[in-house]
């Protein structure tokens, strides 16, 4: 588990970018459908499931709808490689 693609913009990402760096964990990326940028914390922002690099695993860090998010990682993704933070109360 060493490169970790974030999935969602938002305030939980940047407290993962800063977990990433004291823990030597590569962060590849974000995942968003709905940015409007392609970049976040000089990261590359996709929007397209389907153009994402390698990565280990996905973590959700979308706090605006971050069950849509889950399910939908979770469609395409082995549960293992979906990592759900026990703050967003998500089963």
Same mark, same amino acid.
Do not use: N
């Given at each position: 588990?060493?490169?970790?693609?974030?999935?969602?913009?938002?305030?939980? &990402?940047?407290?993962?970018?800063?977990?990433?760096?004291?823990?030597?964990?590569?962060?590849?990326?974000?995942?968003?459908?709905? &940015?409007?940028?392609?970049?976040?914390?000089?990261?590359? *922002?996709?929007?397209? =499931?389907?153009?994402?690099?390698? =990565?280990?695993?996905?973590?959700? %860090?979308? !706090?605006?709808?971050? !069950? &849509? %998010? *889950?399910?939908?990682?979770?469609?395409? !993704?082995?549960?293992?490689?979906? *990592? *759900?933070?026990?703050?967003?109360?998500?089963?």
């Amino acid at each position: 588990m060493h490169r970790l693609l974030l999935c969602g913009l938002s305030d939980l &990402a940047e407290i993962a970018i800063v977990r990433a760096i004291d823990m030597e964990i590569e962060i590849v990326g974000f995942y968003d459908r709905s &940015a409007k940028r392609t970049q976040f914390l000089s990261k590359p *922002v996709w929007i397209e =499931f389907e153009l994402l690099p390698a =990565f280990d695993v996905a973590v959700v %860090t979308d !706090l605006t709808a971050p !069950l &849509a %998010t *889950v399910q939908q990682l979770r469609a395409r !993704l082995d549960s293992d490689r979906v *990592v *759900v933070p026990d703050m967003l109360r998500i089963e």
